[in-house]
């Protein structure tokens, strides 16, 4: 192992480290205003969406199987379930389609 990959490794370590070390020093202490709040307590959803989105597309050849889990993990995420319950939900529903 050259010095190189010490150095990517590094690289990695500090990209992941910083993004999660600024919010807490600048705001210590602070309270978000709570459309921020809001904002900042809906940004599991998204990404889960995000991630679900590709799947629906290209997950089998039946598209009807995306679909299914798509409207799946919207509802459950509608009516506010945490993003773990959401995943379990999902994949849940799509193991009993898969039976038929």
Request: proline content about 6%; overall charge negative.
């Amino acid at each position: 192992m050259g010095s190189t990959y010490w150095w990517m490794l590094l690289g990695m370590a500090i990209a992941t480290y910083v993004p999660r070390m600024i919010p807490l020093t600048i705001l210590d202490g602070k309270e978000l205003p709570p459309i921020v709040s809001g904002v900042l307590r809906n940004i599991p959803y998204a990404v889960l969406g995000a991630l679900i989105f590709p799947a629906i597309l290209h997950i089998q050849d039946d598209i009807l199987f995306g679909i299914i889990g798509a409207v799946t993990a919207f509802a459950l995420a509608f009516i506010g379930l945490d993003v773990m319950f959401v995943v379990i939900g999902t994949i849940a529903t799509l193991a009993v389609y898969s039976l038929f």
